[in-house]
């Protein structure tokens, strides 16, 4: 069974910058996409930012331009740059693997944007 492994999370002032890093336990084989996940309090899960295999990659509109998803060379690991952050960043974030065989999913590490 895959496991992923987030880290990275904090508490950081508004304006600040963290980098979240998703590891898997083990190689996972056809990955198709990688993607981080946010969920606030209150609030349903929504997608941040997807890359694909095929070159793709998504950001969601609030984090355009201050968010930037990477991989290791498909290496296993997905990192989040977060820059500028502001205090509606604030989530529990997590980190989604699809692959042809199956989708895997992260336990989450909690975000805190606040002075």
């Known amino acids: 069974q895959v496991q992923l492994v987030e880290s990275g999370g904090g508490l950081v002032q508004p304006g600040g910058s963290l980098r979240l890093s998703c590891t898997a336990s083990?190689?996972?084989?056809?990955?198709?996409?990688m993607a981080w996940y946010r969920q606030a309090p209150g609030k349903e899960r929504e997608l941040v930012a997807r890359?694909?295999?095929?070159?793709?990659?998504y950001y969601a509109k609030s984090v355009k331009g201050r968010f930037t998803i990477s991989t290791n060379n498909w290496a296993k690991t997905v990192y989040l740059q977060m820059d500028t952050l502001k205090p509606e960043d604030t989530a529990v974030y997590y980190c989604?693997?699809?692959?042809?065989?199956?989708?895997?999913w992260g336990q989450g590490t909690q975000v805190t944007v606040s002075s």
């Open positions: 083990r190689s996972i084989v056809s990955i198709n996409r």
């Open positions: 989604e693997v699809d692959s042809s065989a199956s989708a895997f």
């Open positions: 890359i694909g295999r095929d070159g793709s990659v």
